[in-house]
């Protein structure tokens, strides 16, 4: 495996989505920003959820099964990617947002 396979961006879309949907729930239900969600040790839940899901990620892999395998319904190989993009720059733009405003976004 390389970083130009498909494993890396799958494994980085996956985190992004989780830490993505994470964040905005925390932030919505306790009103923390990303970066006071950090600071409470949110960085032990971010290391242990990547080791989990990156394992798992990759064990399809290791089978031999391509990411295309069950792409023949709504929920497709493609739009895991598109979405994982999509995370990876919302989780970018939250951070950037609650940095200059200062504060959280909700």
Same mark, same amino acid.
């Given at each position: 495996?390389?970083?130009?396979?498909?494993?890396?961006?799958?494994?980085?879309?996956? =985190?992004?989505?989780?830490?993505?949907?994470?964040?905005?729930?925390?932030?919505?239900?306790?009103?923390q920003? =990303?970066?006071?969600?950090?600071?409470?040790?949110?960085?032990?839940?971010?290391?242990?959820t990547?080791i989990?899901?990156?394992?798992?990620? =990759?064990?399809?892999?290791?089978?031999?099964?391509?990411?295309?395998?069950?792409?023949?319904?709504?929920?497709?190989?493609?739009?895991?990617?598109?979405?994982?993009?999509?995370?990876?720059?919302? =989780?970018?733009?939250?951070?950037?947002?609650?940095?200059?405003?200062?504060?959280?976004?909700?």
């Amino acid at each position: 495996m390389s970083f130009a396979g498909p494993a890396p961006e799958r494994i980085n879309g996956r =985190l992004a989505m989780i830490g993505f949907v994470s964040a905005m729930a925390v932030e919505i239900t306790k009103g923390q920003d =990303l970066f006071t969600q950090i600071g409470n040790g949110g960085y032990q839940w971010f290391l242990w959820t990547s080791i989990l899901f990156s394992m798992a990620s =990759l064990v399809p892999f290791i089978k031999g099964v391509g990411p295309g395998a069950k792409s023949n319904s709504f929920w497709n190989a493609d739009a895991e990617v598109w979405n994982g993009r999509a995370a990876m720059i919302g =989780l970018v733009a939250l951070a950037a947002t609650e940095f200059l405003k200062g504060g959280t976004l909700v």
